[in-house]
């Protein structure tokens, strides 16, 4: 089921989010919901606050199949990239973040087993940037310029 994305100035994507200790029904069914508005909405990535889930849950896919992230964590961080990135909550708006190179991230699946992936270049950043979102950070506070829409995009 497709779900409404909250914009920005919504109080709730502020808000710390929880970690998820029942990997239930419930949980499938968000992931899975998660994956749909986000595919509808031509994104690569969306956090679980995005909905209005206070929950610690990502979906990612940048064009090479479906990452699933529940309770993750950075477990380290090298290099730098400056690239311009958007979100989903705050369309028609991109500005150049900083952003580690290369990202490993330790989580668990929707069935509660550990899971490990390792990103650079656009993975990367869409690692760091929705895992900022489940601690209430967006990426306009991290802009150091922001930058024209492309002109061919929708
Ligand atoms: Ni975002």
Request: one cysteine or more.
């Amino acid at each position: 089921m497709i779900r409404d994305i909250l914009k920005f100035g919504d109080p709730v994507l502020r808000e710390e989010c929880a970690e998820v200790t029942r990997f239930d029904k419930e949980l499938v069914e968000l992931l899975d919901d998660m994956y749909e508005t986000m595919v509808d909405a031509d994104g690569i990535g969306l956090a679980a606050p995005q909905i209005g889930v206070l929950k610690r849950v990502v979906v990612i896919d940048v064009g090479n199949g479906r990452i699933e992230l529940v309770n993750p964590v950075i477990t380290s961080m090298r290099g730098r990239q400056f690239e311009p990135e958007g979100c989903l909550s705050c369309e028609g708006k991109r500005g150049i973040v900083q952003r580690p190179g290369h990202v490993r991230v330790k989580a668990m699946d929707r069935f509660g087993r550990q899971v490990k992936f390792k990103g650079k270049e656009l993975l990367a950043r869409a690692f760091s940037h929705e895992i900022d979102h489940l601690n209430g950070i967006l990426f306009e506070d991290k802009v150091i310029e922001w930058v024209e829409e492309e002109e061919d995009k929708q």
